[in-house]
């Protein structure tokens, strides 16, 4: 692979992001800010904040979506900060951790600065306010990695201690505990919605279907230290970069691998990016350089060679560059080779083995394409004979080579030889209901005694004539879970028409179905669905979609009548909701509401957090992340109280009655230090107070201070 830019900045680069179409922001280890052109790599502007790193194995630093903050550790790596670019000033920090900060993030939204550290903890600040708002959960030992879903729905925190944590940002409650890793967990990346991958400090990695936390694969083909992941715009690739400086790639809807050293540049690899305008892969290495590469690099020479049919040039390319298997210029080229070899097989089943040769000639010097026509030579060396025995009605033996050499069944003589059988089975079920004509049927089926397959069908019809009655009876009434019964019990009735017409029935409802789904007529296609349910093939897939379905009709039954508490709890348990246009508005709305609700709550307001979230007060998926925002209004007004120099006893009282509703949480714990460094005397000892938690919280709870 060739480098298409490259520029050097000196020292390691630790971070890149794109923030628009034509902007690149890099970060060095010495936390220089730098923004480029992507194009041609041209600085455009940037800033220091001048903090030097000697560990970026872990993300030190973190920049929001929207570009306006940055996040990164001190130089000492006891706290974290947060870091304005607007004002250029740091704007909140973090030294809450025991030990050393290890990581930091910023949700897709930009609405939360995550702080994770050594002592396991995960805390989540406000960005606006600065305040801290919720943790997540515990890890037993340090927080390597911290990951987002795009959607921002679901965050992951990865481990020393060998576990991946899920949390759902949108119920704010803990999900599940992910136990699949041997060794410290190092990296995690979301795709495909639902999925999650992860990579341990043994080179294992696994992909994960969040929502159930089944693993789902595990990667095959790291051969050592992953420093950096990133995944293309379509989520089709997997691309690794490596201590060794290595890119490996692996397909991420088979989970190949497809390559071990895509690319090899010459210093261990920090970060990647990719820029999803262009297909441009980026890399940020030790040694202080960015480089970038084309990962489609040749595919105009690929359409200039198959213009020319230089195949096997051809061939050299897709061996330079595997990925160029994924375009749409090779699947013209592999249409072309298979109707090509399709033809080379016309021409040899028509003994014209010039003209397949001359046809073969243009493959001669592509070693993937020359084991395939040897053997189709090979094979096709007895398809006369096989003609001849169709012809002299010694279909026995036609079978018997039909058997040896599968290609033959693809052959139109083939087809024509089992449309004759079939014809002559369906005759012979007409007969053997009439006793006097049973002769007459063991008579026409006579010419295929002695082939294997066809024997015991034979053996069947003569014997269960009242089963093919009965087996017509119940198509008639379409009662087909009794039809597929049968045939499943009597495979006989599998040649008959009767049975290739039920499952051309079949098929054409699935095709309704679809249609129907496609055009959100959901009614329609869960009526047709229900019928599927009794075909075995559909059956799996059509309970799967009448499930899935039945649930977006209540959905949106309960987004017409108004029933927003119904619609917000279905959008729980079901993230595919999320994404109708329904959901995606309800969501929106949702967001604006939290924004507004953590904006009033930085100021210790209930009666603004009240008014914003009325609507959701009877929402039980809600619940959580309400009793979240309400106890960081309260933490304020406690807060705001003890700066105010409140009496202790009042606010002793207070804090009794934040820990019975919301339960000792790290923010209570950091407000109650303060509380005894103010009044030492206080004998309040949280270990013995009554507690609640956030998930009994209701909104009954509600008082308007804290203090009262």
């Known amino acids: 692979m060739e480098i298409v830019q490259s520029k050097s900045v000196a020292k390691p680069i630790i971070l890149m992001k794109f923030l628009d179409e034509n902007t690149l922001l890099v ?40 570009g306006n903050y940055l996040a990164f550790l001190s130089s000492n790596l006891k706290e974290s900060r947060l870091f304005s670019t607007q004002t ?13 900060v290890s990581c930091v993030a910023i949700d ?56 991946i944590s899920l949390f759902s940002l949108v119920t704010m409650t803990p999900k599940n505990k992910l136990k699949s890793h041997s060794a410290p967990v190092t990296h995690l990346k979301f795709f495909h919605g639902n999925k999650l991958i992860s990579i341990d400090e043994k080179l294992s990695a696994i992909i994960w279907n969040v929502h159930s936390g089944e693993v789902l694969e595990y990667l095959q083909g790291i051969h050592d230290e992953v420093t950096a992941l990133v995944v293309d715009k379509e989520e089709r690739f997997l691309f690794l970069g490596t201590q060794l400086g290595y890119i490996i790639v692996f397909d991420l809807k088979t989970y190949k691998l497809i390559s071990p050293k895509y690319i090899k ?138 058997n040896r050499f599968p290609l033959y069944k693809e052959s139109a003589i083939y087809k024509v030889l089992e449309k004759r059988w079939k014809k002559v089975f369906f005759q012979a079920q007409k007969y053997v209901l009439d ?107 059509a309970r799967s979609f009448m499930i899935d379905l039945e649930s977006k009709a209540k959905f949106y039954n309960a987004v017409r009548d108004d029933d927003m508490e119904r619609a917000y709890d279905m959008m729980a348990v079901s993230e595919d909701l999320m994404l109708t246009k329904d959901g995606i508005k309800l969501q929106q709305m949702w967001n604006r509401d939290l924004h507004a609700a953590n904006t009033a709550a930085a100021l210790g307001d209930i009666n603004g957090v009240k008014t914003v979230l009325q609507k959701y ?25 003890l700066q105010r120099g409140v009496e202790r006893s009042k606010i002793e009282n207070s804090i009794k009655n934040y820990i019975v509703n919301f339960g000792v949480s790290e923010q209570i714990k950091a407000f109650f230090n303060l509380f005894q460094d103010m009044h030492p005397e206080t004998k309040l000892n949280l270990k013995f107070l009554k507690k609640g938690s956030l998930t009994m919280w209701r909104p009954s709870m509600i008082v308007d201070s804290i203090l009262d």
């Open 617 to 641: 007060m009877k929402t039980s998926s809600k619940y959580a992340t309400l009793a979240t925002i309400f106890a960081f209004t309260y933490m304020v007004q406690l807060e705001d109280a």
């Open 435 to 541: 006793p006097k004509t049973v002769s007459l049927a063991k008579e026409i089926l006579a010419p295929y005694r002695g082939i294997s397959e066809k024997t015991k069908l034979i053996q069947e019809v003569l014997s269960k004539a009242e089963i093919y009655k009965r087996f017509c009876n119940e198509i008639s009434k379409k009662e087909f879970t009794i039809c597929l019964e049968l045939a499943k019990q009597n495979p006989f009735l599998q040649e008959l028409p009767e049975y290739e017409s039920l499952m051309k029935y079949a098929d054409s409802l699935y095709i309704k179905s679809q249609k129907f789904m496609q055009e959100g007529e959901i009614h329609s296609a869960i009526k047709i669905l229900r019928t599927l349910q009794d075909f075995e093939g559909f059956k799996d897939e």
């Open 27 to 66: 970060v060095d280890a010495e936390t220089t800010v730098r923004y480029f052109n992507k194009e041609n790599l041209e600085l455009q502007n940037g800033f220091k904040v001048g903090i030097a790193y000697k560990r970026y194995k872990a993300s030190v630093v973190a920049f929001s979506g929207n």
């Open 265 to 402: 540049t010459t210093s261990p690899i920090i970060s990647l990016a990719f820029d999803e305008h262009n297909n441009l892969l980026f890399v940020g290495m030790a040694d202080g350089f960015i480089i970038y590469y084309d990962i489609f690099e040749r595919v105009d020479t690929l359409k200039k060679l198959f213009q020319e049919k230089e195949f096997q040039s051809i061939q050299k390319v897709i061996d330079a560059n595997p990925l160029l298997l994924y375009t749409p210029i090779y699947s013209l080229i592999t249409k072309f080779l298979e109707n090509s070899l399709q033809e080379a097989k016309i021409a040899l089943q028509k003994d014209d083995k010039a003209k397949a040769m001359l046809i073969f000639e243009q493959f001669k010097h592509m070693p993937s394409k020359n084991k395939i026509i040897q053997r189709l030579i090979r094979d096709y060396a007895d398809f006369p004979r096989f003609v001849q025995f169709i012809k002299e009605g010694k279909f026995a033996l036609a079978y018997g080579l039909a």
């Open 108 to 163: 897709p939204h930009s609405c939360y600065m995550f702080s994770c550290g050594d002592d396991g903890k995960s805390f989540a600040f406000d960005i606006e306010s600065s305040r801290l708002v919720f943790t997540l959960p515990l890890h037993a030992g340090a927080v390597n990695d911290i990951a987002f879903s795009d959607n921002g729905n679901w965050v992951a925190t990865a481990g020393f201690d060998k576990k």
């Open 88 to 100: 250029k000033k740091v704007v909140a920090k973090v030294d809450r951790h025991h030990g050393e």
